[in-house]
């Protein structure tokens, strides 16, 4: 008689089967089930980590001591592997995940595409060369790409070529192994002149091996992006939600600010201290006497958050619309709402706040008659170059925006423009807001003081009492509360918008 065995069967643990490794070309998707504010904290620290990735990419040299250490602070601080000589599977799963989730949420466009997959590529190089021989060679055979290193025979043939192509690569010598891998799997050592090509192959270094493990990611993951627009219905809903939370930094809440300018300041002050996208919204405004909705968002919550009070809001907005085609009767009914409503003085009565650079590049692009949005990324780069020109950027600061558009690292552009307009070498802040570029630049003009109102209006008593400079920034869980109620109050202006 046979009996059943007794012995438990081993639950195997989708965990520590799939976070075992230190790196991946993350081919699985996640298949577990995550809770909301999971899903949300780990698609921010992702953000924020490539955010980082570029902006060390580029004000540091790629893969110098500075870069390498800013990156493993960066992963360190926000609970990302770190040492890939350590078994982290919370850490591992974290990273999994995340990407993932961005993934869905960056496969929209092309210009999205293309930013998601550099910064993942310059993230998973810097995490690759921290691999040891041992890990780099099981993490090539894991993900099947056996490439063939050549015989001694063949390597002392060739010692002359190959020493003299590798000249570029320190620490290389025929003691090392060299791969003979087809040349299109390793354009960019081709291109920078780093390896021998002989009859359509080239011969590798075994330092270098890097650059092909490189190439195949990100040929994978362009892939992977390509067939998640077919098969993801939620990149709007993701995108949204995470260009609502990606910024934590000072909200600029226009009740902090109330009465430090005056109408009459608004010109000048735009020829100043402006950034070029709202710089940009107030000529159109002064020309046309009129705003879309967009712009009317955009612009208006920025000067809410430099101090403009809804009285003088009402009242600037009103002069501006009255020298076009609104009549005074007309502004008050189709207009003087919404304003109200963006100071939190109708419906909801959610105080909102001027709007990131993240949310002006990602969400809500311009159409045909809109002057919203980042010019950065959203202009013609001709007609970015006549703008930059226009406003006296000269020739070689216009070239060294234009290639960081280029690059797409539109907020990087903008802090150009800054030091260029306020020639200055180094801005000594990392840009993220509109109304801190603002805040910056008075700063700068006024030898580290805030704006002052130049004139005395008696417009109320609350003016000339509130010009007591910015408060400091919220708690993050205040901040974070901020977010949480303008994204819900959010759904309630679809149905105030005005186009007209």
Same mark, same amino acid.
């Given at each position: 008689?046979?009996?059943?065995?007794?012995?438990? *069967?081993?639950?195997?643990?989708? *965990?520590?089967?799939?976070? =075992? &490794?230190?790196?991946?070309?993350?081919?699985?998707?996640?298949?577990?089930?995550?809770?909301?504010?999971?899903?949300?904290?780990?698609?921010?620290?992702?953000?924020?980590?490539?955010?980082?990735?570029?902006?060390?990419?580029?004000?540091?040299?790629?893969?110098?001591?500075?870069?390498?250490? *800013?990156? &493993?602070?960066?992963?360190?601080?926000?609970?990302?592997?770190?040492?890939?000589?350590?078994?982290?599977?919370?850490?591992?799963?974290?990273?999994?995940? +995340?990407?993932?989730?961005?993934?869905?949420?960056?496969?929209? =466009?092309?210009?999205?595409? #293309?930013?998601?997959?550099?910064?993942?590529?310059?993230?998973?190089?810097?995490?690759?060369?921290?691999?040891?021989?041992?890990?780099?060679?099981?993490?090539?055979?894991?993900?099947?790409?056996?490439?063939?290193?050549?015989?001694?025979?063949?390597?002392?043939? $060739?010692?002359? &070529?190959?020493?003299?192509?590798?000249?570029?690569?320190?620490?290389?010598?025929?003691?090392? !192994?060299?791969?003979?891998?087809?040349?299109?799997?390793?354009?960019?050592?081709?291109?920078?002149?780093?390896?021998?090509?002989? /009859?359509?192959?080239a011969y590798i270094p075994q330092s270098e091996i890097v650059a092909i493990v490189l190439n195949d990611f990100r040929t994978r993951l362009s892939k992977a992006l390509a @067939?998640?627009?077919?098969?993801?219905?939620?990149?709007?809903?993701?995108?949204?939600?995470?260009?609502?939370?990606?910024?934590?930094?000072?909200?600029?809440?226009?009740?902090?600010?109330?009465?430090?300018?005056?109408?009459?300041?608004?010109? +000048?002050?735009?020829?100043?201290?402006?950034?070029?996208?709202?710089?940009?919204?107030?000529?159109?405004?002064? &020309?046309?006497?009129?705003? #879309?909705?967009?712009?009317?968002?955009?612009?208006?919550?920025?000067?809410?958050?430099?101090? $403009?009070?809804?009285?003088?809001?009402?009242?600037?907005?009103?002069?501006?619309?009255?020298?076009?085609?609104?009549?005074?009767?007309?502004? !008050?009914?189709?207009?003087?709402?919404?304003? #109200?409503?963006?100071?939190?003085?109708?419906?909801?009565?959610? !105080?909102?706040?001027?709007?990131?650079?993240?949310?002006?590049? $990602?969400?809500?692009?311009?159409?045909?008659?809109?002057?919203?949005?980042?010019?950065?990324?959203?202009?013609?780069?001709?007609?970015?170059?006549?703008?930059?020109?226009?406003?006296?950027?000269?020739? +070689?600061?216009?070239?060294?925006?234009?290639?960081?558009?280029?690059?797409?690292?539109?907020?990087?552009?903008?802090?150009?423009?800054?030091?260029?307009?306020?020639?200055? /070498?180094?801005?000594?802040?990392?840009?993220?807001?509109?109304?801190?570029?603002?805040?910056?630049?008075?700063?700068?003009?006024?030898?580290?003081?805030? @704006?002052?109102?130049?004139?005395?209006?008696?417009?109320?008593?609350?003016?000339?009492?509130?010009?007591?400079?910015?408060?400091?920034?919220?708690?993050?869980?205040?901040? /974070?509360?901020?977010?949480?109620?303008?994204? =819900?109050?959010?759904?309630? =202006?679809?149905?105030?918008?005005?186009?007209?």
């Amino acid at each position: 008689m046979q009996f059943a065995s007794r012995k438990k *069967k081993l639950v195997s643990n989708p *965990k520590t089967e799939l976070y =075992t &490794e230190p790196l991946q070309f993350y081919g699985q998707p996640p298949l577990e089930n995550i809770s909301l504010s999971e899903f949300e904290a780990f698609a921010v620290d992702r953000l924020r980590l490539l955010k980082t990735v570029e902006n060390s990419g580029v004000s540091m040299v790629k893969r110098g001591d500075d870069y390498k250490k *800013k990156l &493993e602070s960066e992963l360190k601080a926000l609970d990302f592997p770190y040492r890939e000589d350590v078994e982290e599977p919370e850490k591992r799963r974290k990273d999994h995940i +995340s990407h993932f989730i961005l993934r869905l949420a960056y496969c929209q =466009t092309e210009d999205l595409r #293309r930013w998601f997959i550099q910064q993942e590529v310059d993230l998973f190089r810097h995490r690759f060369k921290g691999l040891s021989p041992k890990q780099k060679l099981e993490f090539l055979h894991k993900n099947n790409l056996q490439y063939n290193t050549i015989s001694g025979e063949e390597k002392e043939q $060739l010692k002359n &070529e190959l020493l003299n192509s590798s000249h570029g690569v320190s620490g290389v010598s025929l003691e090392h !192994d060299f791969y003979k891998v087809p040349f299109q799997d390793a354009l960019d050592l081709v291109r920078t002149r780093k390896v021998y090509l002989k /009859e359509g192959y080239a011969y590798i270094p075994q330092s270098e091996i890097v650059a092909i493990v490189l190439n195949d990611f990100r040929t994978r993951l362009s892939k992977a992006l390509a @067939v998640s627009i077919h098969v993801c219905f939620l990149s709007d809903v993701l995108l949204f939600l995470i260009c609502s939370h990606s910024y934590f930094g000072q909200d600029y809440s226009g009740q902090k600010n109330v009465g430090k300018i005056s109408l009459e300041q608004i010109d +000048s002050l735009a020829g100043k201290s402006f950034p070029l996208c709202m710089r940009q919204l107030h000529k159109a405004l002064r &020309e046309n006497h009129h705003l #879309r909705y967009g712009g009317r968002m955009q612009y208006g919550l920025f000067l809410k958050g430099i101090g $403009l009070s809804l009285e003088q809001a009402l009242q600037f907005w009103k002069m501006e619309f009255i020298q076009g085609k609104v009549d005074a009767d007309k502004f !008050d009914k189709a207009f003087a709402y919404n304003i #109200r409503h963006m100071f939190g003085k109708e419906g909801k009565r959610a !105080d909102y706040t001027p709007y990131s650079c993240m949310k002006v590049i $990602l969400s809500n692009p311009p159409s045909q008659g809109d002057y919203h949005g980042c010019p950065f990324r959203h202009s013609d780069p001709e007609l970015l170059k006549q703008k930059l020109q226009f406003y006296k950027v000269s020739p +070689s600061g216009v070239n060294q925006i234009l290639e960081l558009v280029k690059g797409m690292h539109y907020q990087l552009a903008c802090q150009k423009y800054f030091e260029l307009t306020h020639n200055v /070498e180094d801005s000594a802040f990392s840009l993220s807001h509109p109304n801190q570029y603002f805040i910056e630049s008075q700063k700068l003009l006024g030898g580290g003081k805030d @704006v002052k109102r130049e004139t005395e209006t008696p417009q109320r008593s609350q003016e000339n009492s509130a010009a007591k400079g910015p408060a400091a920034a919220r708690e993050p869980a205040a901040v /974070e509360s901020q977010h949480l109620a303008e994204m =819900t109050a959010n759904l309630e =202006t679809d149905f105030l918008k005005t186009d007209f």
